[in-house]
């Protein structure tokens, strides 16, 4: 197990990242000062060290600087800087050090940095063979989520991280499955099936009630409050709490949502004592909180807070297999819905719906699925059923050539597959049953780089 040593005196900053790092399989050491973090490089011999240059009794910089001159070479030493000390970080490169990022920062990023540092002894470890898992529908393998390779590495990270990670951040444009995503990491952590999941959309309650709807509030704490209400922390208790759109939430808002997943503790209005909570929560926006954060829009130790464990759902445009797999799902749910036996896909619906943009991605193609079941006569579903006046999906010009699709499915696929290796050449072609020298010249081909 590597060894890492963590210099970080921000206490939320400070503990996402120890979270993430054990998530990780790092065995991780964190310091809040120079002093502290001297002593431990004196003790222990680490494989890496993350250090914050600001620290409250010194810098980070003078730490490598003066380790660096009493010691010689040292372990890849890795810096967390604001964005106007870039220079510095810069400077600290050429003296020696591995690598740096700015504020705010993908945890991601610079777990992948450490990994990329520390070599082999920070190795992953490897995503199961699909031989593993079932393809069923409603099975508890990879498939769950979609059969395509993006949605296998998702619900293969899901099945990781569902266990262990008590706050995970769930990225994607509108309409990908989100929530889907919620449900299955909540089906996966509580199999049982018993404990609650409570969906909440951040941006659809008012301003003024919020407040109350999150953290409930006790009988006479405002006007009109003329009985005790639990709010929706509270109902998540022993559970999953999913706050939709965590974007759109006011600073003051922002504020209360941190000191709960900071203190596991929720305080209803008008109370006098915090109640303790016991709950998962998963956050998702469609918006880059990144950018908000840099706007100063979103709170940066909020930000950290809820960003321990990131996952990604992909538009439905870049999963293509992914497209038939789901209507047959709603159809059947149609079906169900009806007490009535399922319908199926003509061919010609069935290449309106491969060929379709889908710029409403997984709800447009449950929205055209119900419309054509509601409005539509007989046991097939054609492409007039689900595009009016027999509107192709996209125009025929407009159709990639066989041979240009499958070049770009094998690059989409080169890229997942070296992503989940962090780009290590070897174990990728390990992994796809090549050569080393296929997978350079199949990059190489495609225009590959590394931040790719």
Same mark, same amino acid.
């Given at each position: 197990m590597p060894q890492l040593l963590l210099i970080e005196d921000d206490p939320i900053m400070g503990e996402s990242l120890l979270d993430r790092f054990e998530l990780e399989g790092f065995e991780v050491r964190w310091s809040q000062t120079v002093e502290q973090a001297a002593v431990l490089l004196e003790q222990s011999a680490f494989d890496a060290v993350v250090s914050d240059v600001r620290l409250p009794d010194g810098s980070g910089e003078r730490l490598f600087e003066s380790r660096l001159r009493s010691t010689g070479p040292l372990p890849p030493w890795l810096f967390i800087t604001a964005f106007a000390s870039v220079d510095r970080a810069v400077a600290m490169l050429q003296a020696g050090a591995r690598d740096y990022v700015t504020k705010p920062f993908d945890i991601a990023e610079l777990v992948s940095k450490v990994r990329a540092a520390v070599g082999s002894q920070g190795e992953a470890t490897p995503a199961p063979s699909g031989s593993e898992y079932g393809c069923t529908e409603d099975g508890p393998g990879e498939a769950a989520l979609g059969p395509s390779t993006a949605m296998?590495? @998702?619900?293969? %990270?899901?099945?990781?991280?569902?266990? /262990?990670?008590?706050?995970?951040l769930i990225t994607g444009e509108s309409g990908v499955g989100k929530e889907v995503l919620a449900r299955y990491l909540h089906g996966l952590a509580h199999p049982q099936g018993a404990a609650? *999941?409570?969906?909440?959309?951040?941006?659809?309650?008012?301003?003024?009630?919020?407040?109350?709807?999150? *953290?409930?509030? #006790?009988?006479?704490? *405002?006007?009109?409050?003329?009985? $005790?209400?639990?709010?929706?922390?509270? $109902?998540? %208790?022993?559970?999953?709490? *999913? !706050?939709?759109?965590?974007? #759109?939430?006011?600073?003051?808002?922002?504020?209360? @949502? @941190?000191?709960? @997943?900071?203190?596991? $503790?929720? $305080? /209803? !209005?008008?109370? #006098?004592a915090p109640l303790d909570v016991d709950l998962h929560v998963i956050c998702a926006t469609h918006r880059d909180l990144q950018l908000q954060v840099q706007q100063g829009r979103f709170r940066e130790d909020l930000y950290y807070r809820i960003h321990v464990v990131h996952l990604r759902v992909p538009p439905l445009r870049e999963r293509p297999g992914d497209v038939l797999w789901l209507a047959q799902r709603f159809l059947l749910e149609q079906a169900q819905a009806g007490f009535e036996a399922p319908r199926h896909l003509t061919a010609s619906a069935r290449a309106a719906l491969i060929g379709h943009a889908w710029p409403g991605n997984v709800r447009e193609l449950q929205n055209r699925v119900e419309r054509a079941c509601v409005m539509g006569e007989g046991p097939e579903v054609s492409a007039a059923d689900l595009f009016e006046e027999h509107e192709p999906a996209a125009p025929a010009a407009d159709l990639p050539t066989l041979e240009a699709f499958m070049a770009e499915a094998e690059k989409a696929y080169l890229v997942a597959v070296l992503a989940r290796f962090d780009g290590r050449v070897g174990l990728a072609a390990q992994a796809l049953g090549v050569s080393r020298k296929t997978v350079w010249e199949k990059s190489r081909r495609y225009g590959l780089r590394a931040d790719d």
């Open positions: 296998r590495l @998702l619900a293969a %990270q899901a099945r990781k991280l569902a266990l /262990r990670a008590r706050t995970v609650p *999941f409570v969906a909440v959309n951040c941006g659809a309650i008012p301003e003024t009630l919020i407040e109350a709807a999150l *953290f409930g509030h #006790e009988r006479g704490a *405002f006007t009109g409050a003329d009985r $005790q209400r639990r709010g929706y922390v509270e $109902q998540a %208790q022993g559970g999953t709490l *999913f !706050l939709d759109e965590i974007a #759109e939430l006011t600073p003051a808002m922002q504020v209360r @949502l @941190l000191r709960v @997943l900071q203190e596991r $503790q929720v $305080q /209803r !209005l008008g109370a #006098e």
